[in-house]
């Protein structure tokens, strides 16, 4: 077996296990369609569409997309570790930590330049809305928190940032997936979202973890709802 490597460069190109376009696009796939089942619901059937169903249907739908998403990924994490470019334990878990700071770090940045250009403190209008929902349909906290950070992780992280940064490099890769990851969002904080996809994007390309972006997204996702509740 191959020795892990604890300080792995994010110059170093991400590579794919065979059948890529079957692997990677059903999780894609799956996303949309949970994504957008409730508003065909909506449009065919709204007396169903109840603040039960939406918050039963989120939570098992991206339980289920998850599971076979992980399945389906597997043989590109199993082949980090055959090449020995996967962090070990101790440097897993310090990249978690020094990911939740540089994320943190960033997103001060970003709102401080995002100050300055509006004049004005700008609030987040997705996590208010968030926050809302979280408060009328309480299963909707499942989401939120854990399955959303560790489906979009796999998609926006792993399949977009992956592929591309095995053509293209770190930057390109980062940029596109970051803007994406940001514009998917529907909020006005833009660059705040392009601070968190650096952080998630870089921890990933040192560790070759897939656990270390979920675990500081997760981390930021559950700060967030706590401070909310709290206020």
Do not use: C
Not at 1 to 21: E, G, K, V, Y
Not at 53 to 68: E, N, P, Q, S, Y
Not at 152 to 181: D, K
């Amino acid at each position: 077996m191959a020795t892990l490597n604890s300080n792995q460069s994010i110059n170093t190109r991400f590579s794919m296990a065979p059948n890529i376009r079957l692997r990677h696009l059903t999780p894609i796939l799956l996303y949309a369609f949970v994504q957008l089942f409730p508003l065909v619901i909506k449009a065919l059937r709204p007396e169903w569409l109840t603040e039960t169903f939406v918050g039963l249907w989120l939570a098992i739908g991206f339980g289920v997309t998850i599971v076979l998403s992980i399945l389906l990924i597997w043989p590109d994490l199993k082949q980090y570790k055959a090449q020995g470019i996967q962090s070990n334990l101790n440097d897993t878990v310090k990249w978690i930590g020094l990911g939740i700071l540089m994320q943190y770090g960033l997103v001060i940045v970003a709102n401080l330049i995002e100050t300055a250009i509006s004049g004005e403190l700008v609030e987040s209008m997705n996590t208010q809305n968030i926050a809302e929902m979280v408060e009328v349909i309480p299963l909707m906290i499942l989401p939120v928190v854990l399955l959303g950070p560790i489906i979009e992780e796999i998609l926006f992280r792993h399949i977009l940032f992956g592929n591309l940064n095995a053509r293209f490099g770190f930057w390109i890769a980062f940029g596109v997936s970051s803007i994406l990851f940001a514009l998917i969002h529907q909020d006005n904080r833009f660059l705040v979202y392009i601070a968190m996809s650096f952080a998630f994007s870089y921890a990933y390309a040192k560790t070759r973890r897939l656990i270390v972006p979920i675990a500081i997204h997760t981390f930021n996702n559950a700060l967030v709802m706590l401070v909310l509740f709290l206020m």
